[in-house]
């Protein structure tokens, strides 16, 4: 297990590198000033830019300039978003929680459907529920989320009147901002409005979320039937069924564990194109998440702002595949072998 | 594993559990008792700043001027007379150089947590407010920049000699000379009275530039919240002098993008939405309302008169006739505008109904070119503002649509936009030919028309992109200033539209409408009757008879229990 760490470890140290490379580059290749795009000082006075060129090294070689950027990187400093001339750290801070929620939610919608829908078409495989199944999965799946979005707001918000099209709470209720995730801020508040509070922060984080959950699901449902239909084939399903166990007893106390382990391996894979699908619905639904203040620094070409969120937003990813690798490998003793990442 | 497995299931039921209760507390009359007391508004922008002294931006004075702040006058009814407001009453002295205002006693300033009055509103706090403006040395006068553009496009501190104080509660203001508009002022969303205490305090702390972030002033609102570009949360000032208002909580949802406001005003997320598209939606739910004013507004085509071919004013006239003013109407602004006469809207008591409007007659106009000399036509720029006002919704639309109708008579037009600020500039060194641009009148004096868009001094600083300047309407419009005989002033004013009609250095198009939408259990008026808004007497009617026996917990401000 060590080794399966240690291993991890340098994968994660590596490809960091690779990615402070890549968002170190893009100052170069962005028109303008390199040391304005690493700060984004773009109303920096001639001292102050005497200041910056000496703390990013500019006079010295291009490694130098690298190790100097990286440095501000790890010491959190990611220079200012030139749109709105605030730190770039603060903005994150504030902003990458609300993305984090609204994934993990829609996440954990996308397993809660996808997974025993999965199941269901395998157990009765190559039979009209599984077809119908299928079937739906495919449609969904061809479902543009942008497009998805509005319709939701079209029938959901505005012709029903059911739930709320935007933010993520109403503005009515004053939510100290403690931890960034608006569920757990409500919950610590003393907010004589607490509940009324919570209940209309889960009414604004449905639509997005079913919106960004039903790509996923349907992916869910593929790989949890995958495998299902390869479980419920091997040996010692078989061996259980001759022994006499009932069907019930088969499929709940050894299929399906069997079968989750395989598709917690595809959740960290899956969460990527999750965050993906979240900042697109973040623009629809007006939530204010990193993906849509990404989208809006790419509309207003703040470019310091561009490159520090894609570094944060790949770092973080990089960080749940990790993750999700460790709780394979921990409910999986066959994985630790593995000698690459996967 | 069983434990895994035994998680999964109890999650899954709680998750369900979870949606069927969230869904149905949607409709939990709680939430709606708190709703009840709050107004959201989906406001267009941002403000600045939270002083209106500061800012001309129509969407500045709108989050500021009637909910944190008071004037000394105002203006009330239909008719736009004045009406005292922090001032009881006012006198002006025969030559019309002295006018003295008397004060109310009872008026406190706002609490909040970053500052608690301990004295009632008095002189000092107005010498403040209008020495900030008018003394160049003033210790406050250089903070936010230093630039007062209303008052400094009516020459504020050169029409203002001085300004006294009689007692603590009278204060008179001494005139170089009598000024009709002087009173119009006073009256604007941007005349409004900042607190003295206030300002010493943060001169005390070495944190001036705070006066105008963290607002004080004696509204019926006070600065709980602001986060740019998301949202002003505002509580109600408890001790208001003309009573409290209604509703507790007054939030404005900073939404930019106007789907975006039509969205949240139909799926009820705002209670009132400004400037709202798509008109016809609203109308036809019948839980919503479109309510219009016809602000004091022009939307004007205006003509470069210092550069070829425009300095002739026969060009101008065949340009002017053959521009079908009334398909701008139908097709810019919907049909929500009138169609304008003159400079001045119709709805101005100084509107002469005899003033002949320049029709639309390609004839005539291809006649006159020839006679002009360009029976060839020729090729000419129009600048169309980039952005969306309420005088002209759309400028890029109303180009092509001049375009195409300039292209009957024979002359070729390009269409040219910038960035806001980088167009203001480039009009303001008179690159352009003509230009699409639209004014916004501050108050309703005729005067706030003619001087600020068509005066020779307005050619050299100010609004004046047409840099057409007539010695004879500039007398005119000095004329009809020192008289305060409403018949005779209405005579200058119908010579002044007479010259401009003669001369043509811009073609008025439409005076627009300002929307609003709201939904229809927000009760009172919110537009003023020209162009702000004000929240002071909105309340909202339960739209659940059960909710009234719930009694909540008041909002309450930590700071000022």
Known sequence: ?342 | MAVLMMNCKTLYYLTITTLVSVLTACNDSDKLSLSERSIIYCSEGSPETFNPQLSTSGTTSDATSKQLYNALIVYKGKNNTLAPSLARSWHVTEDGKKVTFYLRKDVSFHQTNYFTPTRLFNADDVLFSFNRILDNNHPFHNVSGGQYPFFESVRFSELVEKIEKINDFTVRFILKRSDSSFLANLATDFSIILSAEYAKQLQHQQTKHELDIFPIGTGPFKLKDYRVGSLIRFYRHDSYWQGKAKIEQLVYDISPEKRNRLTKLLAKECDVSSYPIAHEKITERDDLTLESITSLNVGYFGFNTQKKPFDNKLVRQAISLAINKQAIIDTVYQGQAARAKSLLPETSWAFDNKTPELGYDPQKAKALLSLAGYAQGFTMDIWAIPVQRAYNPNAVTMAKLIQADLRKIGVTVKIITYEWSTFLRRLSLGEHQSFLLGWTADHPDPDNFFTPILSCSASESGNNRTFWCNKEYDKLLEKALKTTRVKERKEYYAKAMMIINEEMPLLPIAHSKRFQGRGNDVKGNILESFGGISFYNVSKKPLNSKVGNVILPEITDKASN
Request: hydrophobic share 55%; glycine share 6%; charged share 10%.
């Open chain 1, 1 to 342: 297990m060590l080794k399966f760490t240690f291993r991890r470890l340098s994968l994660f140290v590596f490809t960091m590198l690779v990615l402070t490379l890549l968002s170190f580059s893009l100052s170069f290749l962005f028109p303008g000033d390199t040391v304005i795009n690493h700060s984004g000082q773009i109303n920096a006075t001639p001292t102050e830019l005497v200041q910056l060129n000496k703390a990013y090294q500019m006079d010295k070689g291009l490694f130098t300039q690298y190790v100097a950027y990286v440095s501000h990187i790890l010491s959190g400093d990611f220079g200012q978003s030139m749109a709105s001339q605030s730190p770039i750290r603060d903005e994150i801070i504030e902003l990458l929680p609300a993305t984090i929620e609204l994934s993990l939610v829609a996440l954990l919608v996308a397993m809660l459907i996808g997974i025993p829908l999965g199941f269901i078409a395998a157990i009765n495989h190559n039979k009209v529920s599984d077809n119908a199944i299928l079937s739906m999965a495919m449609l969904g799946y061809s479902i543009p989320v942008f497009w998805l979005g509005l319709l939701a707001i079209l029938v959901f918000s505005i012709g029903l009147g059911w739930l709320p099209s935007a933010g993520q709470i109403s503005l009515l209720f004053e939510i100290e901002l403690v931890t960034g995730i608006q569920f757990i801020d409500i919950l610590l508040s003393d907010s004589p409005y607490k509940w009324q509070a919570f209940s209309d922060a889960s009414a604004h984080i449905i639509l997005p979320a079913c919106v960004v959950a039903l790509a996923p699901a349907t992916i869910f449902i593929r790989l949890s039937r995958a495998a299902m239909i390869e479980v419920l084939a091997t040996s010692y399903i078989r061996a259980a069924r001759a022994k006499g166990l009932s069907f019930k007893q088969i499929i709940f106390r050894h299929a399906i564990r069997n079968a989750l382990i395989q598709i917690i391996r595809h959740v960290g894979l899956q969460f990527a194109n999750l965050v993906t699908l979240a900042m697109v619905t973040e623009v629809i639904f007006s939530w204010p998440g990193i993906g849509r203040w990404l989208i809006e620094s790419i509309a207003q070409r703040d470019y310091t702002a561009i490159q520090s969120g894609l570094l944060v937003l790949s770092c973080f990813i990089f960080i749940i595949h990790i993750l999700t690798d460790f709780i394979y490998a921990a409910l999986n003793p066959l994985a630790r072998g593995n000698k690459y990442g996967s």
